[in-house]
């Protein structure tokens, strides 16, 4: 049985709303000239940034721009979040950087928002990107199999949140899908209370095949991939194999979950990203 994504007349809105969170360089840091546009992974919001992320990266002088993808965080669209795909969240992003000014900017992409980047690239140009923890090229298959057989219960309680909504979502289930042992329990009850459901066409969009298509972009610039050493979710060949489709950088960071923009070492990896566009020329 395939799943039915059809979408009834009127139901979606073409250009919603969209939440898009801000941080700029105060007067007394040396601007640059490249933006920074942050993108979220499935089940968040652009606030998985706001915690660290974009006052971190102000502070380091970039012009920061967090959108919350189309029936995310503050954003429209969420009672018609189930027929929203990845070419959806692609036009979401396209739309935002219209509207931030200077050069191309820098593309952070978590997760999902890492796909969400590498098809932005086959339309638009970017300075360079940047892929934390992304899905594998051939999906989530792979890991939904592994949740399944090595953690039922958890794999049982993500299909409850997506059937009957984001109330089903606890601490237990947050730490042990996306955090590491090291997060502290008052953060972890904070950040599960603000997870939600994801598009259900995004998920078999991503279930089916997740895979960049470098050869379709015409400008390549630099690419780095960040993966999570106690990531529950995507290995380290699998984040690998996405940075040898792109010829990318490829890093781990130890000691940390999927989310590593929440862990306690979140500045390690924003330190990482920015000596490597300094060393990329990105100014």
Known sequence: ???????PLGAQTAKPELEVLR???SRQTLARETPLVLVHGAFVGAWCYQAHMLDYFAGQGFRCYAPSLRGHGQSEGHAQLDYAGIRDYVSDLARVIDDVPGPPPVLIGHSMGALVVQRYLERYPASASVLLAPVPPHGLMASSWRMAMGDPLLFARFGMMQTLGAQRVDADMARRAVFSDRVADA????YSGLIQRESQRALWEMNLNAAGRPWMVADKRPVRVISAAEDALFASPETQAVARLWRADWTQMAHMGHAMMLEPDWQVVGDDITRWLWAKGIR
């Open 1 to 7: 049985m395939f799943a039915d994504f059809t979408m």
């Open 187 to 190: 953060d972890i009850h904070r």
């Open 23 to 25: 941080a700029q360089p």
